[in-house]
């Protein structure tokens, strides 16, 4: 149980253009889901949090409309990134919290790795 | 500011030994640890949880929760050469937002 997939899982698109990011709970409704970017050798750096039918919370420092989140229903979230550059390769990570758990885990996806030229 | 602190390694261990991985967490409200394992390329995949002092096992797994200390930690019995990974420790408080650790690299030395 408690899988969440990514789509697609690994995009390459040139600079200027939008790449968008779907991420679902497949055998679960998600309260709340994140987002993640990972760059070579560092750590999960978080994006924003996106709750479903609300606007998405973002961390200090993301540009909120650079990078466009979308929490549509309980089983999906979406992340465009809009204008992209060279820099904004990296690995994007979503994760999701079980609706109505009183937990802090969260289950990740697999990632989408995005290689902007 | 949350922090989460653990040593970046690498961990070498051979085949067979125990796997100690070490975490601090700065903010006292924390009520809930988390270790996660990352492989390289790959997403973080939860092993663990503990919401308690003292251990919880799981398998070659346990995990050690200290409050006073503010000390989480993870054993891995048996280490095998397939437990070689990024190790992510990580706390909760408040808004269900996790605080990572930058991980911990473990290698397992057949």
């Known amino acids: 149980g408690a899988v969440v997939s990514q789509h697609p899982s690994w995009v390459i698109c040139k600079s200027g253009t939008s790449v968008k990011i779907e991420c679902r709970s497949l055998?679960?409704?998600?309260?709340?889901m994140f987002w993640y970017r990972q760059f070579p050798k560092q750590s999960l750096m978080l994006m924003a949090t996106s709750n479903e039918g609300s606007k998405a919370t973002y961390e200090q420092g993301v540009e909120k409309d650079k990078f466009l989140i979308n929490h549509a229903s309980l089983t999906l979230s979406t992340l465009t990134v809009t204008s992209a550059h060279p820099e904004d390769s990296s690995f994007y990570i979503c994760?999701?919290?079980?609706?109505?758990?009183?937990?802090?885990?969260?289950?990740f996806g697999p990632g989408t790795r995005l290689t902007v030229t | 500011q949350k922090e989460v602190e653990q040593n970046s390694g690498p961990l070498s261990v051979p085949e067979g030994a125990i796997a100690s991985l070490n975490c601090t967490y700065s903010?006292?409200?924390?009520?809930?640890f988390f270790w996660y394992r990352q492989y390289s390329g790959k997403s973080p995949e939860l092993i663990m949880s503990i919401y308690s002092n003292g251990d919880k096992e799981d398998g070659r797994f346990t995990a050690q929760l200290n409050k006073a200390s503010q000390y989480v930690s993870l054993l891995i019995r048996d280490s095998q050469p397939s437990d070689s990974a990024t190790y992510l420790c990580a706390s909760g408080a408040g808004s269900y937002q996790l605080t990572f650790g930058k991980g911990t690299k473990l290698s397992v030395i057949p």
């Open positions: 055998d679960f409704q998600a309260t709340t």
């Open positions: 994760s999701a919290r079980v609706k109505g758990s009183s937990s802090y885990e969260q289950y």
């Open positions: 903010d006292r409200g924390s009520q809930s």
